[in-house]
């Protein structure tokens, strides 16, 4: 796709043969692999063969080398088909499901898009999709400016919490679980801990999406 590897006797490649398209798509395949936190500019460069002087024509920094991944993923594949096309509760769905899954599928993803904004064409083309499908489902344009924000929130947050350690997660709360099973103090939790110990992250991310959809539905009424 790129053209041959040109490479010295010492096996880096030669002086300009380093194109761009080879760093984003390595640095990809690297954060997917040993997720964000790995990507550096020494790792880089070792991984397609270069020198770091090489590199830095490219990309002058560690956080330039993470913008540039971040909206690439965006731009390539977050927003699925599904969410451009068909009523606005299926598509704010597509979106939610597109996002959710490229953030698991990078370690780190959710904390870098938490800590620094992604304002990249790929980021762009995310924000505005969520946009446009709260201006189909009849907001205003004060009630889609705070369920634009309510959706990032559940949807990154989510994320975060599946990769960081989530507070409704069945493992999370076995001890409570058992105490409560164990106990004549807590009847109305301890009915509910066979459901709750059935409950994973899938559900309540769908239960969220539900409860966000059927808001915004009663707002835009």
């Known amino acids: 796709m790129y053209g041959p590897t040109v490479t010295t006797s010492a096996g880096r490649r030669a002086w300009g043969s380093l194109e761009r398209g080879q760093i984003v798509e390595t640095a990809i395949e690297l954060a997917r692999a040993e997720g964000i936190g790995a990507l550096t500019i020494r790792r880089l460069a070792t991984a397609v063969g270069a020198s770091r002087m090489a590199l830095y024509r490219h990309v002058p920094d560690k956080d330039a080398l993470l913008m540039l991944v971040a909206n690439e993923i965006a731009e390539r594949h977050v927003v699925p088909a599904e969410a451009a096309t068909g009523e606005w509760p299926e598509r704010l769905r597509a979106l939610a499901y597109g996002m959710r899954r490229e953030l698991r599928g990078y370690p780190g993803f959710a904390e870098l898009i ?30 889609a400016a705070r369920y634009y924000l309510i959706f990032i929130d559940v949807v990154l947050g989510r994320a975060h919490r599946e990769e960081h350690g989530d507070p409704t997660s069945p493992e999370r709360n076995a001890r409570l679980f058992t105490a409560a099973e164990d106990t004549a103090d807590a009847p109305r939790l301890k009915a509910l801990v066979p459901r709750l110990r059935g409950i994973d992250g899938d559900a309540v991310f769908a239960a969220e999406l539900d409860m966000l959809v059927g808001a915004i539905d009663a707002t835009a009424r």
């Open 114 to 143: 938490m800590t620094r904004s992604n304002h990249g064409p790929g980021g762009l083309r995310i924000a505005e999709t969520i946009a446009d499908i709260l201006a189909a489902a009849g907001l205003d344009e004060a009630a």
